[in-house]
């Protein structure tokens, strides 16, 4: 079955540009069944859709994020990432790559990993 | 978008039932048989629950069930056990140009 693990650096400084990437295992990236998405959480708060993209590159925003997202796949390493332009500590979250079986639900999602913006 | 609107909080005691609402709009909730939820125990990814309004992830027990009526998605959890304690969020999609919307979430204690 699917599964997903983030990597990236937990720490970004204000005004810079948050990076993530998911790894892919146990099936491809390029499976026309499925979307690949991005969604946050806060400390202490709710979920937040961040964006989707198909492998052909077809990607979806979160409107109100859409002027800092950038989504984008890597076929020939089974990856996708994920690009946050201009953070701020409102930005600091646990940040979750996922399956999007679309449209419609998230499964299976990573386990997380959490980001800080901090000087 | 504007976020779904959840109860922050629902109890029972084991072996009851609960249903927790999750309210949107005409342009989610109610377009839609696109409304799924997600538990979440503290420190965890969230899990799938429930997927196109009422159905169930292989898996997942019985005793979880989701059912919508106009603007207004609901998830019953039947036979409270101690580990149905967690939160618990319903999300709907909401149109190509905006895509999902979650709901407020909400945190479910057994009593």
């Known amino acids: 079955q699917l599964q997903l693990q983030e990597s990236g650096p937990g720490l970004v400084k204000p005004s810079e540009t948050l990076s993530l990437t998911c790894t892919v295992s146990g099936g491809s990236i390029s499976s026309s069944s499925y979307y690949w998405g991005w969604i946050r959480q806060p400390p202490g708060k709710g979920l937040e859709w961040i964006g989707s993209?198909?492998?052909?590159?077809?990607?979806y925003y979160n409107p109100s994020l859409k002027s800092r997202v950038t989504i984008s796949v890597d076929t020939s390493k089974n990856q996708f990432s994920l690009k946050l332009s201009s953070v701020t500590a409102a930005d600091t979250a646990v940040y979750y790559c996922l399956v999007v079986a679309a449209p419609g639900w998230f499964d299976p999602w990573g386990q997380g990993t959490l980001v800080t913006v901090s000087s | 978008q504007s976020a779904l609107t959840q109860p922050a909080s629902v109890s029972g005691s084991p072996g009851q039932s609960i249903t927790i609402s999750c309210t949107g709009t005409?342009?989610?909730?109610?377009?839609?048989?696109?409304v799924s939820w997600y538990q979440q125990h503290p420190g965890k990814a969230p899990k799938l629950m429930i997927y196109e309004v009422s159905k169930r992830p292989s898996g997942v027990s019985n005793r979880f069930s989701g059912s919508k009526s106009g603007n207004t998605a609901s998830l019953t959890i039947s036979g409270l056990q101690a580990e149905d304690e967690a939160d618990y969020y319903c999300c709907s999609y909401a149109g190509s140009s905006t895509s999902y919307v979650f709901g407020t979430g909400t945190k479910v204690t057994v009593l």
């Open positions: 993209i198909y492998y052909s590159g077809s990607t």
């Open positions: 005409s342009s989610d909730v109610g377009s839609y048989n696109l």
